[in-house]
C-alpha cells in the first residue's frame, strides 16, 4: 500500500523522479487476489516495489477497473539474485499475459507487460513471482501505467497445416533443425501397417473439431493442400526421447502468421503398453496437435487432464477427448490464476461465442478408454515423457 514499509529490500530508483503519491510498497500479506494491494494506476507511471521471498511466493496488485481499449504498461527490473516472472488478470482471475522473458517474437529478455485489453472488468490485478526453476528471492520494482483508450484490436484468424508429408531442414525456436519424414504409422507400431490414411483422416477431423468454434481453418497436406508462406504448419513424424510435441513458441494474440510445430509421431510408441485402437491413438495425436497449435495462437500450459492446454494427464487420458475451457495455470507457468482457453481464443483469433461455450463443457472422460485399462494406466512420468516443449520460453 501506498508509503507502507515492511523492512523488505527494494532497488534504488533514485534516478526515476517519483512523487510520494504514486509509490508503492507491498504489504505484509498480498499473495492472492482477494489480498492484492491496491494501487491507483493512471496515466502518469506509479513505481511498485517489493521482495520476493521464495519460490512460493506471489505478490499481487489491484489496478483498478479496466476498460476494452486500455493499453496497460508493466515493466519489471530485479536485483541479480531474482528471476522476475509477471502476470495480469482479470476481475475472474484468468491470465490476460503471462511473461517470464518468453517473448522471442518481440525480441523482449526481461519481464514486462504491454497489452491493449480486449474486454472491460472491474479490476485488473498485477502479480510477480520468481520464475519457477530460476533464482528465486530477491527485490523487484515495477513501472506500471495506463494509456487513454484506443481501438480494441480485432483477432487474427489463423490457418494451420498439418503437414503429413514430410520436410526438410524444420528448425523449432532454437532447437537443431530435423528432417521430418513422410508419415508411416507402422513407425508408431507395426500394428498400424495398413492405418495410415486412416490415422491422418480421424487426426484431421479431430483437429478441425477442436477448433470448430474459433476462426481457425486447418488444412492437410493428405487432403492435397499445399503450404503457401503464411500458415502455421504442424508437421508429424520422427521421435524425441522426452516430447511428445513441441511448438515454437507462445505467440500472444496470434501475431506471427507462419509459425511451425512437431507432433513426435514416432515417441507415441510409448502408448502401445495400453493395446490403443486407430481411434484411440488417432485422438492422442490429435490431442497433442490441438495443443501445439493452442501455443502459436497465444495459449500456455494448464493443469486439467480434460483440458487441451494441460501438461499432467496420463497416457491413457490422452487417448480421451479433450476440450478448451477455463483451467488453472500450470505451476511451472505461474503460481495462481487460470486460463479461460475459450475466451482466450476469441480474443485471438475470433469465433462463435455461444458454440464455444457449448465446446467447453467437459467430455465423459470413459468415452474412449475403457475402465479396465484406465485402472493400469501408466503415468507420463512412468516413460518419462512431457506433452509439450515450447521453445521461446528460457526454460
Known amino acids: 500500500m501506498a508509503g507502507q514499509d515492511d523492512g523488505r529490500p527494494t532497488l534504488s530508483l533514485s534516478a526515476l523522479d517519483f512523487d510520494g503519491d504514486s509509490t508503492y510498497t507491498e504489504s505484509t500479506f498480498n499473495n492472492e ?4 494491494d491496491h494501487v491507483a494506476l493512471t496515466t502518469a507511471p ?12 506471489v505478490d499481487v496488485y489491484n489496478l483498478g477497473p479496466i476498460a476494452a481499449g486500455d493499453r496497460i504498461l508493466v515493466t519489471m527490473t530485479t536485483d541479480d539474485s531474482l528471476d ?3 502476470a495480469l488478470f482479470d476481475e475472474a482471475g484468468d491470465a490476460l499475459l503471462v511473461n517470464d522473458h518468453r517473448n522471442l517474437y518481440l525480441g523482449k529478455s526481461g519481464p514486462f507487460v504491454d497489452v491493449v485489453i480486449r474486454r472491460a472488468s472491474a479490476a485488473c490485478f498485477v502479480a510477480v513471482s520468481a520464475t519457477p526453476g530460476y533464482p528465486a528471492k530477491g527485490a523487484y520494482a515495477l513501472v506500471a501505467s495506463k494509456e487513454s483508450p484506443v481501438s480494441t ?3 487474427r484468424p489463423a490457418t494451420v497445416l498439418l503437414v503429413f508429408d514430410g520436410g526438410g531442414n524444420v528448425r523449432i525456436g532454437g532447437r537443431p533443425a530435423v528432417d521430418v519424414p513422410t508419415f508411416d504409422a507402422s513407425d508408431i507400431s507395426s500394428d498400424y501397417a495398413s492405418d495410415t ?6 487426426v484431421a477431423d479431430a483437429v478441425r473439431a477442436d477448433y470448430r468454434a474459433f476462426d481457425v481453418t486447418i488444412l492437410s497436406t493428405s487432403e ?3 503450404f503457401d508462406g503464411q500458415m502455421t504448419r504442424v508437421f508429424f513424424g520422427t521421435y524425441d526421447p522426452a516430447l511428445l510435441g513441441v511448438a515454437e513458441g507462445v505467440d500472444e494474440f496470434n501475431a506471427v502468421a507462419a509459425q511451425d510445430a512437431i507432433v513426435f509421431t514416432d515417441t507415441f510408441e510409448a502408448f502401445m503398453a495400453l493395446r490403443p485402437s486407430v481411434p484411440q491413438m488417432s485422438r492422442a495425436i490429435a490431442n497433442v496437435a490441438s495443443h501445439e497449435i493452442g501455443h502459436l495462437v497465444g495459449l500456455v500450459h494448464t493443469s486439467d487432464p480434460a483440458e487441451i492446454m494441460d501438461v499432467t494427464a496420463s497416457l491413457a487420458e490422452l487417448m480421451e477427448p479433450q476440450v478448451f475451457a477455463v483451467a488453472p495455470l500450470n505451476p511451472e507457468v505461474f503460481p495462481l490464476g487460470n486460463q479461460d482457453a475459450v475466451q482466450s481464443l476469441l480474443d485471438s483469433v475470433g469465433g462463435n461465442p455461444l458454440l464455444a461455450a457449448v465446446k467447453a463443457l467437459r467430455p465423459n472422460r470413459d468415452s474412449i478408454t475403457d475402465k479396465a485399462r484406465v485402472d493400469r494406466r501408466p503415468a507420463r512420468s512412468l ?3 512431457s506433452s509439450c516443449g515450447v521453445c521461446n520460453t528460457h526454460r
Open 33 to 36: 487476489l482477494e489480498r492484492a
Open 197 to 202: 490414411d486412416a490415422i491422418m483422416h480421424q
Open 46 to 57: 506509479s513505481l511498485i516495489q517489493g521482495g520476493i521471498s521464495g519460490a512460493e511466493d
Open 383 to 385: 516413460v518419462h515423457l
Open 224 to 226: 492435397g493442400a499445399v
Open 84 to 86: 522476475g516472472a509477471v
Open 153 to 155: 484490436p480485432l483477432p
